[in-house]
DNA sequence: GGCATATATTCCTATATGGGAATATACTAT
DNA sequence: ATAGTATATTCCCATATAGGAATATATGCC
């Protein structure tokens, strides 16, 4: 009896890609296979001298969420990016390329009058506050 | 005794803007913000209906590294989103656009892969070379 | 002062690491 | 078969959650 409580600790790393690429060195192996070409997993070890078995369990991280791809060829395993799997998380950030993209227009602007609004606003309100 | 060996465990969602975002619900409050206007912690809970500690536990992460930044007045407090923070996830990425951007620029495309198939090729001579 | 509101913090716990070391598996060549 | 190479898997463990509940810390109002 009792009630069951579901906890939710921390995601996966297999859940999403966000949460696959928040490891720096599954970055840089995707870097490696930037190129677009295969890479067996003994050049992706020379490249960024990480351990096999890491670059092995790193590997599978990515390709559980599909990151990247693999095919056999005799006991070499070469393995691919498939880049269309990231543009999820380019998409969350087109909402907030205008922020960098363009530092002259209306909204830095805009965004600096609110604040200095509210900043001569509070101080009238905090005044006298002291203790 | 013995040696000590430093393990590194699965890194802390402050240690950068990558582990940050990674949490569904982070992101949800930063869209919440992506308004750049500034929001009360009550708002966030109201909006999203998650409860207060957790958006509390939540903001707190962003802030450390940097994604939000707080204003106080009264009992309230202003979160504001810092987008230029989102920035490096996006420079990250631009490398990889090109696989989904432009379908139709078979020309550009066509001249990475060569460019990429010589960079392969020099990586494989390098190694055999070593062996 | 006394009380309500807004937000932060603490305590707890099940879960998921990432790294190292050792081992297992699969394939190749002789 | 035997040995060697390439890759994956297993075991171990210190660390860091994220959520819920309860509590603490302001601050505002009367």
């Known amino acids: 009896m009792g009630i069951y409580y579901p906890l ?7 859940t999403d890609v966000f949460n696959a690429i928040a490891e720096p060195r599954r970055r840089e192996i995707i870097d490696v296979l930037a190129d677009g070409n295969e890479h067996t997993v003994g050049e992706v070890v020379e490249i960024l001298r990480i351990p096999q078995p890491a670059v092995s ?3 599978g991280v990515l390709r559980k969420v599909g990151i990247v791809s693999v095919t056999k060829r005799g006991q070499l395993r070469l393995y691919r990016l498939e880049p269309k799997e990231l543009k999820p998380v380019h998409d969350w950030l087109k909402k907030y390329e205008r922020f960098w993209a ?5 909204i830095k602007e805009r965004a600096e009058r609110r604040a200095a609004d509210r900043s001569a606003q509070s101080s009238r309100l905090l005044k006298d506050k002291e203790k």
């Open 57 to 59: 369990k790193h590997l």
């Open 102 to 106: 363009h530092h002259f227009d209306r």
């Open 8 to 14: 939710m600790p921390r995601a996966a790393t297999t």
